[in-house]
C-alpha cells in the first residue's frame, strides 16, 4: 500500500473510532465499493457487523448485494419493499421532512426502510458509507465539471457536502421512529478537511471518467474488497433499490 492510500485507510478507520461507540452495527450495504468498503474495514476493526439492504423484490441492489456477500460471508438481512404499503409510507415521510426534493424523499424512503430493517434485528446503529461521493467524485456532475479545472470540482463538491450533510440530518429524523441512529463516520469535519487534501489527479481522471473514486477502488483492492464490488459502476441507491420508479408512479 502506497503512503497516499496509507493515509486514507487511516483516515478512515481513525473517522470510523471516533463516530461509531457501539460494537454491534448495522451497515446499510448495497454491494457497490463504498458500502462494502466500509463493511470490510469496521469488521476488520473488530465490529460485529450485520449488512443491511432494502429494495424491491429482484432489484439490482438486493442482488447485487447477495452476489458481493457470498464472497464477504458476512451475517445479511435484506427488506424486500412492499408495492401495497409503499404509497402510504412515502407519503408519511415526505410530510415528516415537509419538502419536494425528490433526491431527498427517496433517500429518507431508503433509510426508513434500512432503519426498520435494523430495529427488527435490535440493531440500534447503522453506519453508511455518505460522503465518498461527495468527496472523491464519484457523481457524473465531477465529469461534467471537470473542464472548469479545479476550482469547479470544488464549487461542485461544496455544494454536493452541504446537501448531503442537510439531507442526513432529515435521514435521521426519520430513522428516529425506530430508535436507530444513522451514522456517517466519513462526513465529519475532520474526515472531510483530510479528503480535500486529496489530489483530484487521485478521483477523476477526464471529463469521460465513468468510474471515478479511483484512489478508493485501489484501497477497496487492497483491503480484499471482492472484485466485483471495486470495479463496479455507481449506481445511487434510489435507482438500485427501484425506489425511484416507484416514486415516480405515485407522484
Known amino acids: 500500500m502506497d503512503e497516499m492510500n496509507k493515509e486514507l485507510f487511516e483516515n478512515i478507520k481513525n473517522s470510523i473510532s471516533e463516530i461509531v461507540k457501539e460494537q454491534k452495527i448495522g451497515i446499510a450495504f448495497s454491494g457497490g465499493v463504498d458500502s462494502t468498503l466500509i463493511s470490510k474495514i469496521c469488521s476488520d476493526m473488530n465490529y460485529d457487523v450485520t449488512l443491511l439492504t432494502i429494495g424491491f423484490p429482484e432489484s439490482h441492489d438486493i442482488l447485487f448485494a447477495k452476489e458481493v456477500n457470498e464472497y ?3 451475517p445479511h438481512h435484506i427488506l424486500e419493499i412492499d408495492s401495497n404499503t409503499f404509497p402510504t409510507i412515502s407519503s408519511k415521510i415526505r410530510q415528516t421532512i415537509d419538502t419536494d426534493n425528490l433526491s431527498w424523499n427517496e433517500n429518507c424512503i431508503a433509510f426508513y426502510y434500512v432503519s426498520k430493517l435494523a430495529n427488527s434485528l435490535n440493531l440500534d446503529t447503522v453506519v453508511t458509507a ?22 469547479k470540482i470544488n464549487e461542485v463538491m461544496l455544494a454536493k457536502l452541504d446537501n448531503e450533510l442537510k439531507m442526513m440530518k432529515s435521514v435521521n429524523v426519520v430513522s428516529s421512529e425506530f430508535g436507530v441512529t444513522i451514522l456517517q463516520p466519513l462526513l465529519t469535519s475532520k474526515f472531510i478537511d483530510y479528503a480535500k487534501t486529496v489530489p483530484i489527479s487521485e478521483k477523476i481522471y477526464d471529463s469521460e471518467d465513468l468510474y471515478r473514486k479511483h484512489i478508493i477502488r485501489k484501497l477497496a483492492s487492497e483491503v480484499n474488497v471482492p472484485e466485483l464490488s471495486y470495479t463496479k459502476r455507481k449506481k445511487a441507491l434510489q435507482y438500485g433499490s427501484k425506489i425511484h420508479k416507484a416514486l415516480l408512479k405515485i407522484r
Open 130 to 151: 455518505n460522503g465518498i461521493d461527495e468527496l472523491f467524485c464519484g457523481y457524473n456532475a465531477y465529469r461534467e465539471a471537470y473542464s472548469g479545472g479545479k476550482s
Open 72 to 74: 464477504l460471508k458476512y
